[in-house]
């Protein structure tokens, strides 16, 4: 017996006038993901604890089946295991995005144009973190490159208590409002203003602005937390499990609960990515061992936190055609037992840009017989009017294992 989960990251939406009031899930081309719907059992799930923020941190977390109210202690420390940042105790880790500002003289003018730099490539982004490393690191300010915009800032000897704001919530609007407050807010906010000093005129950003590419002119902090204590995934549920992924927090997850997570060649946590490099490492991970396979895939959280419409749906299309459908198939031409999980982490409407907190459709799949409620299609809607509603999202774990889906 395999199990599968294939979680496209943001693809529940709300309906959008230019698809007619359609979402890009009703939209895209799906045949694989429908046929899932109209012969697995379907519906809608809660992953968001009430009362937290709908990020995918948490919203993967319940997925895998760990209650986040319980393990959850902020999302950069995750994303620092990844990168092989070893945390003490009295370490705090912080999310670093290389973001595009405007370029007003005062720094708490300026407005958050692009919380991604535009996807800044990694050879680029690395030498900027690079150079801000040698002008801002301090003995208790420690700063780690990553992968495109994404980088962590350890803080020693400290405690969290610091408020931010998410770049990705504040596209478009003034950054005043949404500076670092609380214990370490004035430290942090005159890093920030540093690291804009230092990056604006930075040849790799004057080459940016030559090519009409968006300059890569500050560090935006947010998602602090200390090092999690999570429980291996097989004494939880008694499987090997692996995950094929491209971001450094489902690589954090897959590293602290035990699960295997390879490098994939190609696969990116950007708007586009190699969606056949995930499955064929997916199935790579069942040939060495793996019970359970978890399929993380960004692209469509990314296309909407950019307002690319067009882009969403594409990811949506591609995640059907190169993951969903070659996998089922191959399992299929091994004749082996097979069940699959479907389902996004939480929506990112396209109006805002962002994340809510809201239910997301979700569809449990048997290879050996077909399970009710059913769905016409795999839509937000169409899961919606199954009326089958379940609460919390790591009751989704306990059930794909038990086969008990209903």
Not at 90 to 103: E, K, P, Q, Y
């Given at each position: 017996m395999k199990y599968i989960i294939i979680l496209g990251d943001g693809m529940a939406d709300l309906p959008i006038e230019n698809l007619g009031g359609r979402t890009p899930l009703q939209a895209a081309k799906t045949p694989c993901m429908d046929e899932l719907a109209k012969r697995g059992t379907a519906g809608m799930v809660r992953t968001i604890p009430e009362g937290m923020p709908p990020g995918s941190d948490a919203a993967n977390m319940s997925v895998m089946g760990y209650d986040p109210s319980i393990y959850y202690t902020g999302r950069a420390p995750i994303e620092a295991v990844s990168m092989g940042i070893n945390l003490n105790p009295?370490?705090?880790?912080?999310?670093?995005?290389?973001?595009?500002?405007?370029?007003?003289?005062?720094?708490?003018?300026k407005t958050m144009l692009d919380f991604s730099a535009g996807e800044i490539p990694t050879e680029q982004a690395n030498a900027l973190i690079r150079y801000l490393i040698e002008h801002l690191n301090e003995k208790h300010m420690r700063l780690y490159p990553g992968i495109s915009f994404r980088h962590c800032l350890v803080l020693g000897n400290t405690a969290v208590g610091t408020r931010f704001t998410p770049p990705h919530d504040i596209m478009g609007k003034p950054?005043?409002?949404?500076?670092?407050?609380?214990?370490?807010?004035?430290?942090?906010?005159?890093?920030?203003?540093?690291?804009?000093?230092?990056?604006?005129?930075?040849?790799?950003?004057l080459e940016r602005k030559a090519r009409y590419e968006p300059a890569a002119n500050t560090c935006w902090l947010w998602g602090e937390g200390t090092r999690p204590a999570m429980k291996p995934f097989k004494e939880l549920y008694g499987l090997n499990?692996?995950?094929?992924?491209?971001?450094?927090?489902?690589?954090?997850?897959?590293?602290?609960?035990?699960?295997?997570?390879?490098?994939?060649?190609?696969?990116?946590?950007?708007k586009r990515t190699d969606c056949a490099a995930k499955a064929r490492a997916a199935l790579r991970l069942m040939d060495e061992g793996c019970d359970l396979v978890y399929i993380h895939v960004e692209a469509p959280d990314e296309s909407a936190h950019?307002?690319?419409?067009?882009?969403?749906?594409?990811?949506?299309?591609?995640?059907?055609?190169?993951?969903?459908?070659?996998?089922?198939?191959?399992?299929?031409?091994?004749?082996?037992?097979?069940?699959?999980?479907?389902?996004?982490?939480?929506?990112?409407?396209?109006s805002i840009r962002t994340h809510t907190a809201g239910p997301v459709p979700f569809v449990l799949y048997r290879s050996d017989r077909d399970t009710s409620p059913h769905a016409k299609a795999y839509s937000e809607a169409?899961?919606?009017?199954t009326e089958l509603f379940i609460p919390e999202g790591p009751m989704l774990m306990k059930r794909l294992i038990s086969g008990e889906f209903s």
């Open positions: 009295s370490d705090v880790a912080i999310r670093c995005n290389l973001s595009t500002v405007s370029d007003e003289p005062v720094y708490e003018n950054i005043r409002p949404y500076l670092p407050e609380g214990l370490n807010g004035t430290r942090l906010t005159e890093f920030q203003r540093h690291s804009y000093e230092l990056l604006k005129d930075h040849p790799i950003n499990a692996g995950a094929a992924c491209a971001v450094d927090l489902i690589k954090g997850l897959a590293i602290l609960t035990g699960m295997k997570a390879p490098h994939i060649p190609g696969a990116t946590g950007g950019a307002g690319d419409l067009d882009c969403k749906i594409e990811a949506i299309e591609a995640i059907d055609r190169d993951i969903v459908g070659p996998v089922m198939n191959c399992l299929r031409k091994r004749s082996e037992e097979f069940r699959i999980l479907l389902l996004p982490d939480h929506p990112t409407p396209m169409d899961c919606a009017d």
